[in-house]
């Protein structure tokens, strides 16, 4: 006997579950738009938290201090750059918005300001980034400020060293220190970013670990953590411990997965279903079919197949890592509609013979081709689909590691992504009625 297949039916179809994706879904919502979204696990889990826009320019040394007159400069330097085909003031939008979202959600970001915010990596080096949460605000003031501050880390945690830490910064950080505490109820062994998170969400754990913590504050007046102040409520945990203690608290990312990036995963994954997102997590797209009343992707799943019949697409299925892209032995394909990549001539080419090669690897910036609209094209230049729009880091002609941009390409291209759908919904309903 044949299974049942599932239908859903969606203005538009969000295909990927990483940053973009979940992005396009945020604008999506927020424009009263019917939206489904399908996604295999995205590398949202393995992001730091912190959302960077634009951090390192491959012609300039250092840190860019002003991401908005970086981007200026990116135009004419580099204006195949996703980036450089949206123009500030929706960057900005795209950022506010989405911060906004998630502030209402329940996870406080700062807001995105004129400047970079100079913050702290697990390994005690410092990256540029354009909006931190607000469980990690205060660590960028009190490193500006110089503030007396000690570094806590937990026995029994890997990929976090406190000690690590204060040997990088010290020279930078004078009144900076570390000390070691154990973890309530986890004293014996490995212990774990994510089970401590959760644990902080009981008020009795909090308050046990806020005592261990008042034993090592010493003449601190600004305790740095390792990201692990509860998973669905992170501003009320950290403003408890605050008060228990009496000294202001900052998180600090861990080596991922880590908690930042599952919070903000679990966060709007049970967000989105509320405001009326299908999403349909865990899965991947196994094909996609273009007809003149709109498109239809294929999904399956333990319990058969579903169907999803979508006026507009956008696709944010990411490079490698999610799945976007495949490499193979002589060439690198997009599975899921075989779009031309742009990609070096060869393998060989791939990449420089130096991992640490100053001009970066050519194959992070293969990706495909999209046209003013952000419309994926065909290789002869054509958009594949006028209802076919794309997201994130799937486009060709950035190296979002090296330029510290990988939230700031997602964000902005879904924002631009969802605006030219919109544009077509309006169109095709003003043409129908």
């Given amino acids: 006997m ?37 996604g295999n696990t995205g590398a949202l889990a393995y992001t730091t938290g912190y959302l960077d826009l634009l951090g390192k320019r491959d ?18 330097t580099r204006p195949d750059h996703p980036l450089s085909r949206i123009p500030n003031s929706d960057i900005r939008r795209g950022f506010d918005e989405f911060t906004s979202f998630l502030g209402e959600c329940g996870l406080a970001y700062s807001h995105a300001g004129d400047r970079n915010i100079t913050a702290l990596t ?32 937990i026995a029994g945690l890997k990929g976090f060293s406190g000690r690590e830490l204060v040997a990088n910064l010290r020279d930078r950080w004078p009144g900076l220190t570390t000390e070691r505490i154990g973890f309530p109820d986890m004293a014996r062994g490995e212990v774990y970013p994510e089970v401590m998170a959760r644990a902080l969400e009981v008020p009795a754990t909090r308050e046990k670990f806020a ?19 509860g998973m669905h409520a992170p501003d009320r945990v950290r403003a408890e411990l605050e008060t228990l203690t009496g000294v202001e608290i900052f998180e600090i990312p861990t080596m991922p997965p880590s908690v930042p990036g599952i919070r903000l995963r679990e966060l709007l994954e049970q967000v989105l279903p509320r405001k009326g997102v299908a999403l349909i997590p865990q899965h991947k797209v196994t094909s996609l079919v273009f007809a003149d009343d709109g498109a239809t992707l294929s999904v399956s799943d333990s319990f058969g197949p579903i169907r999803v019949h979508a006026q507009t697409v956008i696709l944010a299925t990411g490079r490698f ?3 976007g892209l495949e490499a ?22 791939w990449y420089c013979e130096r991992y640490t090669d100053i001009r970066g690897h050519a194959i992070h910036r293969a990706g495909i081709e999209v046209d003013a609209a952000f419309r994926p094209l ?11 729009f794309a997201a994130g880091v799937i486009i060709a002609h950035q190296d979002w590691i090296r330029g510290r941009s990988g939230a700031g390409i997602a964000i902005a291209s879904a924002y631009k992504a969802v605006s030219e759908a919109v544009k077509y919904l309006s169109a095709h309903h003003a043409a129908a009625g």
């Fill in 378 to 388: 065909r290789q002869d230049g054509r958009p594949y689909d006028e209802r076919l």
């Fill in 59 to 76: 012609d300039a040394p250092g840190p860019v201090d002003d991401p908005w007159q970086a981007l200026e400069k990116l135009r004419v």
């Fill in 122 to 153: 697990p390994a005690g080096t410092l990256k540029p980034t354009l909006c931190v949460p607000a469980t990690m605000a205060a660590g960028p003031r009190a490193y500006a400020a110089n503030t007396p501050c000690v570094i806590v880390d």
């Fill in 328 to 349: 193979h032995p002589a060439m690198i394909r997009e599975h899921l509609l075989g779009l031309p990549v742009t990609q070096p001539g060869s393998r060989t080419d």
């Fill in 211 to 229: 005592a261990a913590l008042k034993t090592v504050v010493g003449q601190a007046t600004v305790i740095g953590l390792p990201a692990i102040l």
């Fill in 321 to 323: 890592l999610s799945g």
């Fill in 2 to 38: 044949s299974e049942e297949i599932r239908h859903f039916t969606a203005q538009l179809a969000v295909i990927g579950s990483g940053m973009a994706g979940f992005a396009a879904s945020v604008f999506a919502v927020n424009r009263k738009i019917a939206t489904a979204q399908i």
